[in-house]
T-cell receptor, first 112, second 112 residues
Framework: QKEVEQDPGPLSVPEGAIVSLNCTYSNSAFQYFMWYRQYSRKGPELLMYTYSSGNKEDGRFTAQVDKSSKYISLFIRDSQPSDSATYLCAMMPLGGYNKLIFGAGTRLAVHP | DAEITQSPRHKITETGRQVTLACHQTWNHNNMFWYRQDLGHGLRLIHYSYGVHDTNKGEVSDGYSVSRSNTEDLPLTLESAASSQTSVYFC???????????FGPGTRLTVL
């Protein structure tokens, strides 16, 4: 079993929809949770970062962490065609010193 | 502007050949990482370095080596290329923060 599980999709939604992307994990030591966005044939770029539990909002994006359920989510409101990309969750324990464990990535397509 | 570059962007080689992928960053980051990305597996860590002359094995290090002679560069060498090493390779770097890794554009390697 992988440490981090992520549904690869693809997920196809109409423009303006609310998108929910999720990851589950098995290592209770994970404390840092990140979402990276990767456009086709590009390198990943950091989108959201959360430490421990709770919510974090940045514009149309909201990241949630539920450590009791070992479950993290990324919500995208009012999705746009420019949001079409692969979204990778990544995690790290305290003292992990930047050694990230990535999910497989979910491919999202937002159609006009 | 600071950046991280990879070369070549595309490479085709034959099994058994030695191949070196270059990674160069101008962020002056101490931490550098090499990942491979394959469908269904997300990003998997090959090798990483926390500074000059420091190298460490990651999750999938067999058949790969790195050396760090300066802050800016971390070349990845495939000692004897195998078809199983056909993949997209990403280099990343990070500073002292625990969360953000900056990724290069990737090298698409095909081993025939």
């Amino acid at each position: 079993q992988k440490e981090v599980e992520q549904d690869p999709g693809p997920l196809s939604v109409p423009e303006g929809a609310i998108v929910s992307l999720n990851c589950t994990y098995s290592n209770s030591a994970f404390q840092y949770f990140m979402w990276y966005r990767q456009y086709s044939r590009k390198g990943p770029e950091l989108l959201m970062y959360t430490y421990s539990s709770g919510n974090k909002e940045d514009g149309r994006f909201t990241a949630q962490v539920d450590k009791s359920s070992k479950y993290i989510s990324l919500f995208i409101r009012d999705s746009q065609p420019s949001d079409s990309a692969t979204y990778l969750c990544a995690m790290m324990p305290l003292g992990g010193y930047n050694k990230l464990i990535f999910g497989a990535g979910t491919r999202l397509a937002v159609h006009p | 502007d600071a950046e991280i570059t990879q070369s070549p962007r595309h490479k085709i080689t034959e099994t058994g050949r030695q191949v070196t992928l270059a990674c160069h960053q101008t962020w002056n980051h101490n931490n550098m990482f090499w990942y491979r990305q394959d469908l269904g597996h997300g990003l998997r860590l090959i090798h990483y370095s926390y500074g000059v002359h420091d190298t460490n094995k990651g999750e999938v290090s067999d058949g790969y080596s790195v050396s760090r002679s300066n802050t800016e560069d971390l070349p990845l060498t495939l000692e004897s290329a195998a078809s199983s090493q056909t993949s997209v390779y990403f280099c990343a770097s990070s500073g002292t923060t625990y969360n953000e890794q900056f990724f290069g554009p990737g090298t698409r390697l095909t081993v025939l």
